[in-house]
């Protein structure tokens, strides 16, 4: 299910929570909303408040912290290319396919996650192809040195290609990873249940109940950068291209 499907659902269970409430404050017998029971739920929704404001705080900052993550290892992915791509210039003429290769490869990998066309959407299940890389890999390993210098420069270019195919695979399971479904469900229900109280509480007039909404709106606009910032590659949140699209004018030279 997609981010703005699960807000959806999540903003509506908050306003169906606020109209009961509101209707069940004029349906309740009156000594079920005199001033002790008042101060009750109160009560009760300030540890609600509480509650929410502490687990959507540490998800918070998970996410962002997730997204800063995937965004590095882009970055130092970036690095290794560019280092690899120098190694294999000093190698000589006989590695120029291979650097053609790599730089082919990595624009094919901008373009699955950062699709130029706007209609288009990242595709990441084939970024778990590393087939591109695996054969830059294969090239590299059939270089013959012919001098020591030789020797050390393929040597070390295998060292990175293979921490390039690392850092591409430590992608797609970072990719993976999501808010499990029975914490979204308790989420939304602890949220429903503090806007009944909310309801309960809130005088009938258009001013309490645009702040409630409002409220709402809020609410549902911090759950879904949560739920994008746990999806850095895709979505409407993701990571910056930039490492990568500087790595493409500088790689091939």
């Keep these: 299910m997609s981010s703005l499907a699960i807000v959806y659902i999540i903003f509506a269970c908050m306003l169906g929570g606020l109209l009961f409430g509101l209707r069940l404050r004029h349906?309740?017998?009156?000594?079920?909303?005199?001033?002790?029971?008042?101060?009750l739920v109160k009560t009760?929704?300030?540890?609600?408040?509480?509650?929410?404001?502490?687990?959507?705080g540490l998800l918070v900052s998970s996410a962002k912290k997730s997204f800063d993550m995937t965004n590095a290892s882009i970055a130092h992915m970036g690095a290794k290319i560019i280092t690899l791509d120098h190694f294999l210039s000093r190698y000589g003429s006989e590695a120029k396919g291979v650097r053609v290769h790599l730089r082919r490869t990595v624009a094919a990998g901008v373009e699955r996650i950062w699709p130029e066309v706007s209609t288009q959407h990242a595709d990441l299940t084939k970024s778990e192809d590393t087939t591109g890389v695996d054969e830059v890999y294969d090239e590299i390993r059939r270089l013959s040195p012919q001098n020591a210098s030789q020797q050390y420069l393929k040597s070390q270019a295998l060292q990175l290609g293979a921490e390039v195919m690392q850092s591409q695979w430590m992608l797609v399971e970072e990719s993976q990873t999501s808010l499990p479904t029975i914490f979204l469900v308790a989420l939304t229900f602890w949220l429903t249940v503090l806007f009944v109280h909310f309801g309960l509480l809130a005088p009938r007039n258009l001013t309490a109940i645009l702040a409630l909404f409002v409220?709402?709106?809020?609410?549902?606009?911090?759950?879904?950068?949560?739920?994008?910032?746990?999806?850095?590659?895709?979505?409407?949140?993701?990571?910056?291209?930039?490492?990568?699209?500087?790595?493409?004018?500088?790689?091939?030279?």
């Design 44 to 56: 009760s929704a300030g540890m609600m408040v509480m509650l929410v404001a502490l687990i959507v």
């Design 215 to 253: 409220c709402a709106v809020s609410m549902s606009g911090a759950i879904f950068l949560i739920l994008e910032l746990t999806h850095p590659l895709e979505g409407a949140i993701k990571v910056s291209s930039a490492p990568l699209v500087k790595t493409l004018s500088v790689i091939g030279r």
């Design 27 to 39: 349906v309740l017998p009156e000594h079920h909303t005199r001033n002790d029971s008042k101060d």
